[in-house]
């Protein structure tokens, strides 16, 4: 096919860009960072397909709560 191009599929680091993660909660960036890693990408990687230096990415681990959700009424989990 001509004209086409192949888009890497959903799961595959190539399929995560900076632009999408910023546009995320932060809790959710958090996830996104730690699947790039989970992957086998290497720091570099990681950055390049976070937009996300090395110090900006541990800093984000250490302070943003993991993504939940809604709470359920009551604040019970």
């Given at each position: 096919m001509t004209g086409t191009t192949s888009r890497?599929?959903?799961?595959?680091?190539?399929s995560v860009t900076?632009?999408?993660?910023?546009?995320?909660p932060k809790a959710m960036q958090v996830e996104g960072i730690l699947l790039l890693e989970e992957?086998?990408?290497?720091?570099?990687?990681?950055?390049i397909h976070?937009?996300?230096s090395a110090s900006k990415r541990r800093e984000l681990i250490a302070t943003v709560r993991p993504y939940r959700?809604?709470?359920?009424a009551?604040?019970?989990a």
């Open positions: 890497p599929g959903f799961g595959m680091p190539g900076s632009d999408a993660i910023r546009q995320l992957m086998g990408l290497t720091s570099v990687e990681v950055a976070s937009g996300f959700g809604k709470e359920p009551g604040g019970e």
